[in-house]
């Protein structure tokens, strides 16, 4: 039997539209950090990877469309494209986290945390309790 | 009369000190505290909780889990996680709990882009890029900005 003692406990968040698991973190530029913003970032682990909305690049001073590009495909339909870009994101309770993150040039409602974050951390649900767990360290 | 108040055993006072969650408020350490015999140890007796208003009991917050031993009970309920210490909700701790309680106000903005700064909507639209250019040429270096979701019956909410 494997235990994992963690150091943070979070509820879900109660939104407009109910409670979901997330992080709220601020966004920046590593190489400017004078530029930033203060986003909340769903908990999707069925998602390979994390995809953010372009508006933020543009907030930070970026250039959304780059020749480092991925598709990302949702469970319907088609794909988005997103391009990549190296982003620091802050939380001032669990630290900072130095990500390569996909920004949609598609408007999208919510900022996903994928598993590419999941890889930097650990995290355990309980739904039930509408809480989960994090360790900011694989 | 002396006898009647006697000091509580350090493992009782431990249990008493936690703070209400909201959510599943006493948790596994209150439970166990009130149902169990205690004959483990915790590491975190020398913590000390701040009371938490009842009226803040839903509001978002983070606590530090720390370990507890009870070698006393059976199999993995001798190890377990208990809140503990708080720390930062976010840099935007005030505006997350602004939106709990003000969902009915933010419904006027359904569908569109917001920026909050502390309890007031400094701007909104359909286009975030502009929500965000707004709130900064109102001196706010660095904007909240989230998209206010129409709260709908039956809709099963997916990632993407």
Do not use: C
């Amino acid at each position: 039997m494997v235990t994992v003692t963690y150091r943070y406990q979070f509820n879900y968040r109660q939104l407009e539209s109910g409670p979901f698991p997330l992080l709220q973190f601020r966004v920046s530029n590593p190489d400017n950090s004078e530029l930033g913003l203060d986003v909340d970032a769903y908990l999707d682990s069925g998602a390979e990877g994390s995809i953010f909305g372009g508006h933020i690049i543009s907030a930070l001073g970026l250039e959304l469309l780059n020749d480092r590009a991925k598709d990302y495909a949702p469970t319907f339909g088609g794909s988005l494209r997103g391009y990549l870009h190296r982003v620091l994101l802050s939380h001032p309770g669990i630290g900072n986290f130095n990500l390569e993150i996909g920004f949609s040039a598609e408007p999208i409602k919510r900022n996903l945390l994928g598993r590419d974050f999941f890889n930097l951390v650990q995290v355990g649900f309980r739904e039930r309790q509408l809480t989960y767990y994090l360790n900011p360290s694989p | 009369m002396e006898g009647l108040q006697r000091p509580l055993e350090e493992i009782t006072r431990a249990t008493v000190q936690v703070p209400p969650t909201g959510v599943n408020s006493i948790g596994f350490f209150g439970l166990a505290g009130l149902t169990m015999p205690w004959a483990g140890r915790f590491r975190m007796l020398e913590a000390e909780f701040p009371p938490v208003p009842r009226e803040m009991s839903l509001a978002p917050r983070e606590f530090t889990v720390w370990e507890v031993e009870m070698p006393s009970l059976p199999g993995d309920l001798g190890r377990s996680g208990v809140e503990a210490r708080p720390v930062p909700a976010g840099y935007r701790a005030r505006e997350l709990d602004w939106r709990r309680t003000h969902a009915d106000v933010l419904r006027a903005f359904a569908n569109e882009w917001v920026a909050l700064e502390g309890e007031e909507v400094v701007a909104h639209g359909p286009d975030p890029v502009q929500v965000v250019n707004e709130a900064r040429a109102r001196g706010i270096a660095t904007p909240y900005i989230f998209f206010v979701e129409p709260s709908v019956e039956g809709v099963v909410r997916i990632g993407l």
